[in-house]
Each structure stands twice: as structure tokens, then as C-alpha cells.
């Protein structure tokens, strides 16, 4: 099976930044899609950036020009540096990936979560 380990979420005040990172391990023979997610009180989980094996990416329109998601193959891990962080950005911030374990075997793999507060 395929683990999925966020780590930089924490507490900041408005305005400011964090660098999240997440890495897979595991039976990996190449990682697809990539994704961060985040999920606050009482909502749905809902989309942040995705990112393609090739680099293409995806922002909800929320975050479009202050998140970048970047990715590297070779350390299997995917990042999301947050920019100009604002009080609505608060919530757990969760890693996805579709792990392929073969040339023909695909999973969707969940991190655990990393919680990200931003004050006012």
C-alpha cells in the first residue's frame, strides 16, 4: 500500500506563508495526478491545486496567483506554497495522489491531514 505524509501546516497571521509538502512511499511505480485538498468545519472537502505527471496544473479560482503547486518526481512529493494567506484559508489541508503500483494497477491514496490556521 501507498502512505501519504503531509508536513508545514501551522499557525501564521495574515498575510504570511507556508510551504506544505507531501510524500509518498510505498509500492510506487509512477505517481499521476497529484492534488491538495482542504476540508474546514462543517463543509465539504474541496479542491486547492491539482497537478499532472507532466506538470500541468490547477487552482480553485480562490487561490489562483498566491498558491503555487510544484511537484518532484524523483522524491515522489508534492508541495503547495501558500502566499498571502488569508483567514479563509483556515483548515485541514489534505494530499492526494492516484498512485499507479504498476503499469496496470491504479489507487487514490489520502494523507492524513495538516492543519492550517491563518489569524487576523
Known amino acids: 500500500q501507498v502512505r501519504l505524509v503531509e508536513s508545514g501546516g501551522g499557525l501564521v497571521q495574515a498575510g504570511e506563508s507556508l510551504r506544505l509538502s507531501c510524500a509518498a512511499s510505498?509500492?510506487?511505480?509512477?505517481?499521476?495526478?497529484m492534488g491538495w485538498y482542504r476540508q474546514a468545519p462543517g463543509k465539504q472537502r474541496e479542491l486547492v491545486a491539482t497537478?499532472?505527471?507532466?506538470?500541468?496544473?490547477n487552482y480553485a479560482d480562490s487561490v489562483k496567483g498566491r498558491f503555487t503547486i510544484s511537484r518532484d518526481n524523483a522524491k515522489n512529493t508534492v508541495y503547495l506554497q501558500m502566499n498571502s494567506l488569508k483567514p479563509e484559508d483556515t483548515a485541514v489541508y489534505y494530499c492526494n495522489a492516484d498512485v499507479h503500483s504498476s503499469t496496470y494497477l491504479v489507487n487514490n491514496y489520502w494523507g492524513q491531514g495538516t492543519q492550517v490556521t491563518v489569524s487576523s
Open positions: 497537478i499532472t505527471t507532466s506538470g500541468g496544473t
Open positions: 510505498g509500492t510506487i511505480f509512477i505517481i499521476n495526478a
